[in-house]
């Protein structure tokens, strides 16, 4: 089946994360689901595999590995299934790290997908020195009044507080050294972050591993987030916030997080299809 074509995230006024989504990938090889999520070379390219009930196995791949999770690659294909049905929708994507829940319901923007993360954790950031290095940041750049930390749910992403809203949005990395870095402890993107207020966050996620400089949205990095913000005593009073991603590169994504109770983090935010000739 060939590739859909979808971004992930949008915004009113457009933008979105690009992903592949390829709807019945059953008995397509490891090589070929990578070939093909390198030829389209979105941060990641989602493969479902269909089961029974609404269930699917779901693999994603980046132009350069497989990936055990992706938030918008999963928030795209729910919303594929909806088009392909023409209706709301229940499903459970089940990925390497776990059972996903998604459910899709209609706005006025079209089709939204809801996630439900695996139940996150939080851990120290023992190679923060590394890391700021090779950022080329500085400790002073660094928000004083925010932990830093190992977040995850499903994959694990450093987060990092930038002070200002502008040291956030000068971002030029060693990239070599980034991917070596992120391999060598297992980051699955690096979270770097500036808290407008406790409800809106601006983030920006080097993936390096993943084969490109920055992904434009990052369900999986969000939903991480929820659970770090939780476990710090740092989200407002219902448990909501919203992380605006990928403003920088001119691809503005809006992205809803529920982290209200405890286990999985809900990420939230709408999808549709890319025209392509």
């Given at each position: 089946?060939?590739?859909?074509?979808?971004?992930?995230?949008?915004?009113?006024?457009?933008?979105?994360?690009?992903?592949?989504?390829?709807?019945?990938?059953?008995?397509?090889?490891?090589?070929?689901?990578?070939?093909?999520?390198?030829?389209?070379?979105?941060?990641?390219?989602?493969?479902?595999?269909?089961?029974?009930?609404?269930?699917?196995?779901?693999?994603?791949?980046?132009?350069?590995?497989?990936?055990?999770?992706?938030?918008?690659?999963?928030?795209?294909?729910?919303?594929?299934?909806?088009?392909?049905?023409?209706?709301?929708?229940?499903?459970?994507f089940h990925a390497n790290v776990g059972p996903i829940p998604v459910?899709?319901?209609?706005?006025?923007?079209?089709?939204?997908?809801?996630?439900?993360?695996?139940?996150?954790?939080?851990?120290p950031l023992d190679a923060l020195a590394e890391l700021l290095r090779v950022l080329g940041w500085e400790r002073g750049d660094l928000a004083p009044d925010l932990p830093v930390g190992v977040a995850f749910a499903g994959l694990s992403h450093p987060v990092l507080w930038a002070a200002s809203r502008a040291r956030l949005a000068d971002l030029a990395y060693d990239f070599a050294a980034m991917k070596d870095l992120m391999i060598a402890q297992g980051w699955g993107t690096v979270s770097l972050l500036h808290r407008a207020s406790p409800?809106?966050?601006?983030?920006?996620?080097?993936?390096?591993?993943?084969?490109?400089?920055?992904?434009?949205?990052?369900?999986?990095?969000?939903?991480?987030?929820?659970?770090?913000?939780?476990?710090?005593?740092?989200?407002?009073?219902?448990?909501?916030?919203?992380?605006?991603q990928g403003e920088d590169m001119g691809q503005p994504c809006r992205i809803e997080v529920d982290a209200s109770g405890d286990g999985g983090v809900r990420v939230s935010g709408t999808a549709a299809p890319i025209p392509v000739a």
């Open positions: 089946m060939d590739p859909l074509h979808y971004r992930a995230f949008t915004t009113p006024s457009g933008g979105g994360n690009p992903a592949g989504v390829v709807l019945d990938a059953s008995g397509m090889t490891d090589a070929r689901m990578q070939e093909i999520a390198a030829d389209l070379g979105y941060s990641e390219t989602a493969f479902l595999d269909p089961g029974d009930g609404g269930h699917f196995r779901i693999r994603y791949f980046s132009p350069l590995a497989e990936v055990d999770f992706c938030g918008h690659a999963t928030v795209a294909s729910a919303v594929a299934l909806a088009d392909r049905d023409g209706a709301e929708g229940h499903y459970v459910e899709v319901h209609s706005t006025e923007r079209g089709y939204a997908a809801t996630l439900r993360s695996v139940v996150p954790s939080v851990a409800d809106l966050i601006h983030a920006r996620n080097a993936f390096a591993v993943g084969g490109v400089v920055e992904d434009p949205a990052t369900g999986a990095a969000a939903a991480a987030l929820g659970g770090f913000l939780r476990a710090h005593g740092l989200l407002p009073a219902d448990g909501r916030f919203t992380v605006m």
